[in-house]
């Protein structure tokens, strides 16, 4: 009997854990999922999309965010408690899903000085090629063009919290015209 109740416990224990588990992943996810969009590719203004980005990227910004070494005031509540195994499906999550440009069309205008100005800056040394992004480096191509710009202009003029120095000074000096056309440029990628 009692060898029984044991057998019991232990199968309700293995049954439910994991279902537990998903339940909460899927809520988080449904959080993201209201500003990121279903998909990962946002439809609102100011936020990013985050389908195709490194797995590693996301991973390293949402410790970053959970530990307030970049603030994001939007984000402060949803972060929080977020567990490790979390982060990291999280992170494969939208790593796996397909790109999509959302938003403001890229200018042509825009697209082609922002080109030369890539090349002249080598975006592509650090974002890889097509700036698809490599390991802690964000994939830019088919980003938001209104997202683009606003970064840009956080690191240029030192705003973005917890950020990696080397985007400030490979900017350092850009008007706001150049750092639109490079937003529009990469988002045309
Ligand atoms: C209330 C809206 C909102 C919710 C909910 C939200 N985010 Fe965000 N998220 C933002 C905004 C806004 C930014 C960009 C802030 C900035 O300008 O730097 C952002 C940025 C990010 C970034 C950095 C992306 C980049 O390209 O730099 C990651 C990663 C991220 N969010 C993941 C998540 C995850 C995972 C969830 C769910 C647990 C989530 N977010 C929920 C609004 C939100
Ligand atoms: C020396 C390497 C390096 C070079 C060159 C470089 N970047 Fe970056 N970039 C980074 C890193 C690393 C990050 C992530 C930094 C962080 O943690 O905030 C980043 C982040 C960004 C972001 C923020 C994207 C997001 O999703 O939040 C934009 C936009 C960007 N870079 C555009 C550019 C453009 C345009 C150029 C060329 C003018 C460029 N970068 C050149 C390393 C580089």
């Known amino acids: ?7 019991l416990w232990l199968m309700a224990c293995i049954l439910c854990t994991p279902s537990v588990h998903a339940q909460s992943l899927d809520n ?6 209201a500003c990121h969009g279903e998909a990962g590719n946002s439809a609102l203004e ?3 999309s985050l389908a195709g980005q490194p ?16 603030k994001v005031d939007a984000m402060s509540e949803v972060v929080k ?3 490790d195994a979390q982060i990291i499906a999280i ?11 959302t938003g403001e069309a890229p200018d042509p205008a825009k697209v082609a000085r922002g080109s030369k100005l890539a090349a002249m800056k080598r975006c592509e040394s650090c974002h890889g090629t097509n ?3 490599d390991q802690q480096v964000p994939r830019i191509a088919k980003q938001r ?7 840009l202009k956080a690191y240029r003029d030192n705003m973005r919290t917890g950020a990696d120095t080397s985007m400030s000074a490979m900017i350092f000096g850009l008007s706001d015209a150049e750092l639109d056309d490079l937003a529009h440029y990469a988002a045309s990628r």
Do not use: K, T
């Open 1 to 7: 009997m009692r060898l029984n109740c044991l057998v």
């Open 28 to 33: 988080r996810l449904a959080q993201c999922a």
């Open 46 to 48: 100011g936020i990013p």
């Open 55 to 70: 797995d590693f990227f996301i991973l390293n910004q949402l410790v970053l965010l959970r530990e307030g070494v970049r």
């Open 81 to 83: 408690g977020l567990e």
């Open 91 to 101: 992170a494969a999550h939208y790593a796996g899903l397909p790109p999509a440009l």
């Open 131 to 133: 700036l698809l992004g």
């Open 145 to 151: 063009v209104d997202y683009l710009s606003a970064a």
